[in-house]
């Protein structure tokens, strides 16, 4: 399950923190906790969600503590970086509409960064979207209708498109 999951979680905790040291810590203490009460864990469709789930509570839980998280959502900085095969983007968009895309996404409110990245670079569902975010199902759809629409009006439809394909 480490072995299989870990990167992506490592890359979704440091959109959140942005401190490589934390997610760290966070990514250790989950699977420790994992396999220490492995024995009393309920059964669970999607493990990449529950884990997802667990590592943004944790890290969450952790900048609370250390009283550098404020508790409203929209406070976090979720930061998205664009880490593709050169070869496949670069025939698809130029390098200008690449960069100009990523500032963008990055200029969005937080909670529709994270949603997106949720839905599109992790393939989630918005009910996973949802109970990964800590909010209801419809609310998940709002974000993301919200953030599209942003975006669309910002960069315009084909270089949107290519993003979401």
């Known amino acids: 399950m480490y072995e299989r999951y870990a990167k992506t979680l490592y890359n979704y905790g440091y959109k959140i923190a942005q401190n490589r040291q934390l997610v760290e810590d ?18 669970t469709d999607s493990i990449k969600f529950y884990l997802m789930r667990s590592l943004r509570r944790e890290i969450v839980r952790r900048l609370q503590a250390e009283q550098r998280f404020d508790p409203d959502p929209d406070a976090l900085d979720f930061q998205v970086e664009f880490h593709y095969e050169p070869t496949w983007l670069d025939s698809q968009i130029s390098a200008e509409q690449s960069a100009a895309l990523l500032v963008e996404l990055n200029a969005l409110p937080p909670r529709q960064k994270e949603a997106l990245f949720l839905k599109y670079f992790d393939n989630l569902s918005y009910e996973e979207i949802a109970g990964v975010m800590n909010i209801e199902q419809s609310s998940a759809y709002k974000i993301i209708y919200k953030a599209i629409a942003a975006l669309q009006k910002r960069v315009g439809n084909s270089v949107l498109m290519l993003l979401l394909l």
């Open 26 to 43: 966070c990514l250790q203490d989950l699977f420790l906790t994992i396999l220490e009460t492995r024995t009393r864990l309920g059964r």
